[in-house]
């Protein structure tokens, strides 16, 4: 048992020695003359290539994402329910079948109503 | 090799509830007090299944019940959301502190 | 599997209802139709739960639920107050005009999470029902979409939450040390394990210890009862009332039944569990009463009350458990009192929600000569103050005294003592509210009117409350009928 920690002590050693040495080597690299050292501003930006960035990161999105993101929930758990049942289809026969069915009337009365209620509209 | 078994899991969840839980109790920001109930939900999910495999592994009643508390979860958080949107229009901010109309 | 089906019949017709009302309020304009469907719906329900009263005791769905009077009776106890509380807000709903299909429909919705909550008998049900019933109230908790109204949701959504998360860690860990989620089979590993293992059982015991937190909460008991004032007094008032008598009712039920069904076995189980609800049960009436003394709203006045009265339920859940082995008549004064909490703490909602449409304001100063305004809605909440108290002739002094004799017969002579104490502590406040109401100057002398749904709803609460206090006979037959199955 002890010297199967041996393993993760040897995973850990090489885990923190690699976090280390890894950023620090460009700078090594520079002092010893291998790589050139200029400085210019596309350089030293976030991303090299690319569109250049625009305002603040701390945007606040459009709450009306909300309301897509709790329909796509919606779906998301009609998966779950749909895929237990798909894997058992032949054991639950025609019961099982009805059940889905019932959910399935359910949820499409939870759509109904957001489309009613305008939900599904970017306005 | 290493082995990993019950314990192992039981400790990883326990921990992560733990942690969920200091959250809850510490956070100020709203929506990291409901970020952190999901990690409590998701250790005693971690629970169910390993309980699940290792105690009883022919029924799948534990897994069963692991599914139950995420599409639950799900919907907690889909009605949290709006409720901290009604929240958040009627006083411009999500910080804990800020809700105190109601108190004694 | 199909022919099960009937035993659900109940929460099937009123699922079914809930969704006509949120069909009908997409498709249609007028709507006073709505609250006629969702009473309609309530009383098929409650007509589904009579007829099933006779059925033997059986379990359906691979014990996932049971069928027994038990469940039957917490059902009819909350379609009744369904029926009652949207016959009380039918004013109220003016505020949220818009809203109103989504108002019933989620009243209803929680109601079948409740139902399907009381007659549970699987770890897993219990948990959705009781999210289902959760869900729904958090949304209704906050439906006004004020400030206050959004704050008692936001609170009670993320202790309801947390209270969620615990219960649900105590469910795993109970599955992990019995494997098994159903009642009954955790009661028959219990019962198989020997004492001493099962003393040493860490898991099992935390995992008890969890379920009784995470239920604490839903029930108010100290020292989960922080929610409680902030979301009555936010919350609209209807749904405040439903929160106080059906959400707790049907929190009793449940609880009643893990601890007695599950862990009713070996006697020290049961008498340790007796022990920690008897002393939660102190905690519980006295900090109730002693801080709705110095209340000025009647909604946070009501909400420290309905903590006070959990704490008498809970000397009554305490009884029980000591009772584990005795006959269904002390185990059944916890749901006499239950029966009677719930019409009575009903009427004087009733009441409150009708004065409150006209004064807007739920300050107790401005109940001031409210006798002098509308003397038939002060005699109301009079009545119903009156037997939160617990005295003759009313409901309130029977469930007491039933409740409390239970209590002494199982030798908890000292929690009794101290419950009688906090009884004539709530007297203070209480009656300061009717004093107040009778003795005061009226502001003005406008007259407060209401509608006759309020009237119907208030006076058949009254009426009830009034009816038991004199003839309890009938209505002890019942309960202990309800309590039957829980013999051993």
């Known amino acids: 048992m002890l010297e199967q920690y041996g393993y993760v002590g040897i995973l850990l050693i090489i885990a923190v020695g690699f976090t280390i040495t890894i950023p620090l080597l460009p700078k090594l690299l520079q002092l010893i003359g291998l790589i050139p050292h200029k400085k210019n501003p596309t350089k030293s930006g976030q991303y090299e290539c690319g569109m250049q960035t625009i305002g603040k990161n701390w945007v606040q999105f459009n709450f009306r994402y909300y309301f897509f993101a709790v329909l796509f929930v919606l779906l998301d758990m009609l998966t779950i329910f749909l895929y237990t049942w798909a894997v058992n289809i032949k054991e639950l026969g025609i019961g099982g079948l009805v059940a889905v069915g019932v959910f399935l009337v359910i949820l499409t009365i939870g759509y109904l109503y957001a489309w009613r209620k305008g939900a599904l509209q970017w306005k | ?104 | 599997m199909m022919d099960q089906i009937r035993y659900i019949a109940p929460e099937i017709s009123l699922l079914c209802f809930a969704l006509i009302v949120i069909v009908l309020d997409l498709f249609i304009k007028p709507k006073k139709v709505l609250p006629v469907i969702a009473v309609a719906g309530s009383f098929v329900a409650l007509l589904a739960v009579l007829m099933l009263w006779g059925v033997p005791v059986t379990d359906v769905f691979n014990k996932m639920l049971a069928v027994d009077q038990f469940g039957l009776f917490f059902k009819a106890l909350i379609l009744v107050s369904l029926v009652l509380v949207i016959l009380a807000s039918n004013r109220y709903v003016l505020k949220f005009e818009k809203f109103q299909g989504e108002f019933y429909a989620l009243l209803m919705l929680s109601a079948i999470g409740l139902m399907l909550l009381v007659s549970a008998i699987n770890l897993i049900t219990i948990y959705v029902a009781l999210e289902l019933s959760s869900i729904s109230l958090y949304v209704l908790v906050s439906f006004l979409k004020d400030k206050q109204s959004s704050e008692a949701g936001l609170k009670y959504l993320i202790l309801g939450a947390v209270a969620s998360a615990i219960l649900l860690y105590g469910m795993a860990l109970i599955f992990g040390t019995t494997g098994n989620t159903c009642l009954t089979c955790i009661a028959d590993y219990v019962k198989g394990m020997p004492a001493a293992s099962l003393a040493g059982s860490p898991v099992l015991l935390i995992g008890l210890v969890l379920l009784i937190s995470g239920f604490g909460f839903k029930i108010a008991s100290v020292p989960f009862q922080m929610w409680v004032p902030d979301v009555y007094e936010g919350a609209p008032t209807p749904i405040t009332a439903y929160l106080s008598v059906a959400s707790k009712a049907a929190g009793f039920a449940v609880i009643a039944r893990i601890l007695l069904t599950a862990f009713g076995m070996p006697a020290w189980l049961h008498n340790d569990w007796a022990m920690i609800i008897a002393v939660l049960a102190v905690l519980t009436m006295t900090v109730g009463n002693i801080v709705a003394l110095v209340q000025t709203n009647i909604k946070r006045l009501f909400g420290y009350s309905s903590i006070a009265q959990a704490g008498y339920l809970m000397v009554g859940l305490a009884a029980m458990g000591m009772a584990a082995q005795a006959d269904s008549t002390i185990r059944s004064g916890l749901i006499f009192f239950l029966f009677s909490y719930t019409l009575t703490n009903l009427g004087a909602f009733i009441a409150i929600i009708a004065i409150s449409n006209k004064i807007n304001s739920d300050n107790i100063d401005d109940y001031s000569g409210m006798a002098k305004r509308s003397p038939l809605l002060a005699t109301g909440l009079t009545i119903c103050l009156v037997s939160l108290t617990g005295l003759p002739p009313t409901a309130g002094l029977i469930a007491k005294i039933y409740i409390f004799s239970g209590a002494v017969d199982q030798g908890l002579l000292w929690l009794v003592i101290i419950a009688v104490i906090n009884s004539c502590i709530s007297a203070f406040y209480y009656f300061k509210v009717v004093k107040v109401m009778w003795m005061g100057e009226p502001v003005n002398n406008d007259e407060v009117t209401s509608t006759w749904p309020e009237w119907l709803a208030l006076g058949f609460c009254c009426l009830a409350v009034v009816v038991i206090g004199i003839i309890p006979g009938a209505f002890m037959a019942i309960t202990q009928n309800a309590a039957k199955i829980f013999g051993i």
């Open chain 2, 1 to 104: 090799m290493l082995s990993v078994g019950l314990d192992q899991f039981l400790v990883l969840s326990a921990v992560l509830f733990c942690i969920g839980l200091f959250g809850v109790l510490t956070q100020r920001n709203v929506i990291k007090i409901i970020m952190c109930v999901e990690i409590m939900l998701n250790a005693v999910n971690i629970t169910l299944i390993a309980f699940s495999r290792y105690v009883t592994p022919v029924i799948l009643t534990g897994q069963l019940f692991a599914i139950f508390v995420m599409v639950v979860a799900a919907a907690e958080v889909a009605v949290g959301i709006a409720i901290i949107f009604a929240a958040y229009r009627n006083r411009e901010s999500v910080d804990i502190e800020n809700f105190n109309i109601l108190k004694w």
